[in-house]
Nanobody, 125 residues
Framework: QVQLVESGGGLVQAGGSLRLSCAASGRSVSYNVAWFRQPPGKERDFAAGISANGLFTYYTDSAKGRFTISRDTAKNTVSLQMSSLNAADTAVYYC???????????????????WGQGTQVTVSS
């Protein structure tokens, strides 16, 4: 079992930056981790993912060049650095985890067994 806790959300002006963190606890083995986001009234979508060993990262087209996902193995955290934020980035951001033998860039939310509670990001224009 893996427990995930997100932090770092908040209100930011358009063009600004924000850094989200996902702290993992429970099983000692590293997991593939992804950030999903759910805008108001819309479905939850994949934003970025990082492999268990940190060597491979994946981004949705809208995140490329603006978001950077990274992990600190020693602290068991995965971060999402977001820059050049705009109103379309307003959403609840969730981190999710799955076993390292399964694909990291899987965008199907039903294939990710472990989820955090989410953190709200609001971008004001």
């Amino acid at each position: 079992q893996v427990q995930l806790v997100e932090s770092g959300g908040g209100l930011v002006q358009a063009g600004g930056s924000l850094r989200l963190s996902c702290a993992a606890s429970g099983r000692s083995v590293s997991y593939n981790v992804a950030w999903f986001r759910q805008p108001p009234g819309k479905e939850r979508d994949f934003a970025a993912g990082i492999s268990a060993n940190g060597l491979f990262t994946y981004y949705t087209d809208s995140a490329k060049g603006r978001f950077t996902i990274s992990r600190d193995t020693a602290k068991n955290t995965v971060s999402l650095q977001m820059s050049s934020l705009n109103a379309a980035d307003t959403a609840v951001y969730y981190c999710a985890a799955r076993r390292p033998t399964q694909p990291t860039n899987d965008r199907d939310v039903s294939n990710w067994p472990y989820w955090g509670q989410g953190t709200q990001v609001t971008v004001s224009s």
